[in-house]
């Protein structure tokens, strides 16, 4: 089983700051397939990033993710106050089993 | 616009069962696999089972493997997750949710917003 670590752990910052999520496994993930969810409190996670760069349908272009094999990282620029949430990493590589990172907390002060 | 609803989640005693339900509308159901993914209070995200489009494979996190099971109604465009022998780790907030592909495994674009499964006695 791939396990997905994430830093930092909790992430203050401003206002039109730029945010950098590390995503790490523990082996290399095929084909990149990894993916990155955002949750609000509250509510349910929704798809940002997948194939390590792609975009999700209606995700602005201040999300972008990067990364292949086993680093792999979501940056956020120009911070919104909505954009207050965790966010986890996915792996879709390694059949049967996925994996999620244990999440990484923004907050926009 | 697509949509997956869940329910049929509520307290249940240790060693109960209990059966989910996820409705999915907006979508070819059948061209699409689909996964349960839970979330213990103040903890992250557990992923815990998955079935492909036609139905034909299902997969398991080691965790509940032999107590619950997956299957799919494509005439109801319903997903299900029986849940027996239940244990109070099992107590989470239950997504339903749809992949990308009818393949497995993939990432999830479309998420309920989840029915709660208590385990206590």
């Known amino acids: 089983e791939i396990v997905l670590t994430q830093s930092p752990g909790t992430l203050s910052l401003s206002p039109g700051e730029r945010a950098t999520l590390s995503c790490r496994a523990s082996q290399s993930v095929s084909n990149n397939y990894l993916a990155w969810y955002r949750q609000k409190p509250g509510q349910a996670p929704r798809l940002l990033i997948y194939?390590?760069?792609s975009r999700a349908i209606g995700i602005p272009d201040r999300f972008s993710g990067s990364g292949s094999g086993t680093g792999f990282t979501l940056t956020i620029s120009g911070l919104e106050p909505e954009d207050s949430a965790v966010y986890y990493c996915q792996q879709y590589g390694s059949s049967p089993t996925i994996t999620f990172g244990q999440g990484t907390r923004l907050e926009i002060k | 616009e697509v949509q997956v609803v869940e329910s049929g989640g509520g307290l249940v005693q240790p060693g109960g069962s209990l059966r989910l339900s996820c409705a999915a509308s907006?979508?070819?159901?059948?061209?699409?696999?689909m996964t349960w993914v839970r979330q213990a209070p103040g903890m992250g995200l557990e992923w815990v089972s998955g079935i492909s489009g036609t139905g034909g494979s299902t997969y398991y996190a080691d965790s509940v493997k032999g107590r619950f099971t997956i299957s799919r109604d494509s005439s109801k465009n319903t997903l299900y997750l029986q849940m027996n022998s239940l244990r109070a780790e099992d107590t989470a907030l239950y997504y339903c949710?749809?992949?990308?592909?009818?393949?497995?495994?993939?990432?999830?674009?479309?998420w309920g917003q989840g029915t709660l499964v208590t385990v206590s006695s």
């Open positions: 949710a749809k992949a990308g592909r009818s393949g497995w495994p993939y990432y999830f674009d479309c």
């Open positions: 194939g390590a760069s």
């Open positions: 907006g979508f070819t159901f059948g061209n699409y696999a």
